[in-house]
């Protein structure tokens, strides 16, 4: 399947992901991989040209 874009994470993001516990951090992973695969609007939606908000329900 193609991908519909690529993520960078910034080094705070990455360590804040790093402070989450183990389901929840798989949880935000899996739900980037999905989005990369199609748009979703409940995923994550467009706030600039190049940045994007992705949002994950957990609990």
Do not use: H
Request: glycine residues 2%; positive net charge; proline residues 2%.
């Amino acid at each position: 399947m193609d991908k519909y874009f690529d993520v960078i994470f910034l080094e705070q993001a990455l360590e804040f992901l790093e402070k989450l516990d183990l389901k929840t951090r798989q949880k935000i992973y899996y739900n980037i991989d999905k989005a990369k695969l199609g748009l979703d609007p409940k995923l994550f939606k467009k706030l600039t040209d190049e940045i994007w908000e992705f949002r994950t329900k957990y609990s």
